[in-house]
């Protein structure tokens, strides 16, 4: 898999083809169309709002909490949405596979982009969010772009991991979708860290660590609260700081690998 290669004139005109089919077909015969990509993640937020601050009151102790916690929901929607898309791709795509050859990959980032265009529609909420409760947003929130980055290019190395795997064992979507679950619950998606703190500071170190908690603390940090968001920078420190950007690294290496080696035999196995 060469990068260059993505970027010709060829390529780029299929992989948009793909994205604009992908999204079109997403929402086709549905009344409200394009609008449920914004529906989706205020709904899951107001329902979490109202169990986990108006019940059980998890985040009182967090600065601009509501924000905080729909910022949180965006981000891990757009995680489980790009990779459980690249996760069906191939499969999705086989007819297609088996009659006209191309390079495996773009269906796959074709998947992931479509994700990417609905967290951009996502954040577009969620600013409008950060005007209503006042929070200004200064210069430190343009780190926003490469930490996005940084999670799509985390989110596509495990698409293209999972794609190829689901080729050979179709039984991959359903244990993806148990381990979501319960990585949902390890990450500080709906309680603030510092509740984790309180029990095990070791354990929150963990909880840090994984790629997807750094860019949503890391987030939170430059858009929501530099108060109550804690980060790899201002609690962890040291070496171990760049664990999550090696994890990355080395998923997203190892993916890739993997996908190209497989790619082979796509058009025989599906």
């Known amino acids: ?138 210069i430190e929130g343009l780190l926003i772009f490469p930490l996005i980055a940084e999670l799509y290019i985390f989110a596509l190395g495990i698409a293209f991991f999972l794609a190829a795997l689901n080729v050979k064992y179709r039984d991959t979507g359903h244990l993806w979708e148990i381990f979501l679950q319960a990585a949902f619950y390890a990450t500080p998606i709906l309680y603030p860290l510092q509740m984790v703190i309180s029990e095990s500071a070791s354990t929150a170190t963990v909880l840090l660590l994984n790629p997807v908690a750094q860019v949503v603390q890391d987030i939170r940090y430059v858009l929501v609260t530099q108060k109550d968001a804690i980060t790899v920078w201002n609690y962890v420190g040291g070496w171990k700081v760049f664990i999550p950007f090696i994890i990355v690294v080395i998923v997203t290496l190892v993916a890739a690998l993997y996908f190209k080696r497989h790619s082979r035999r796509f058009a025989e196995e599906i």
């Open 1 to 138: 898999m060469k990068i260059s290669n993505i970027f010709s004139r060829r390529n780029r005109i299929l992989l948009r083809e793909l994205v604009v089919t992908d999204f079109k077909l997403r929402y086709q015969g549905s009344a409200l169309g394009y609008l449920w990509s914004l529906l989706k993640p205020l709904f899951l937020f107001a329902i979490l709002y109202v169990v986990f601050d108006q019940f059980l009151r998890l985040g009182r102790d967090v600065e601009h909490f509501p924000v905080y916690l729909l910022l949180g929901v965006v981000l891990w929607s757009f995680f489980t949405e790009a990779t459980t898309n690249g996760l069906q791709s191939i499969i999705n795509r086989g007819a297609l596979i088996r009659k006209i050859n191309f390079p495996k990959y773009i269906i796959v980032i074709s998947g992931t982009i479509s994700s990417l265009i609905n967290l951009g529609l996502n954040l577009i909420v969620v600013f409008i969010f950060l005007l209503i409760a006042g929070i200004p947003v200064g």
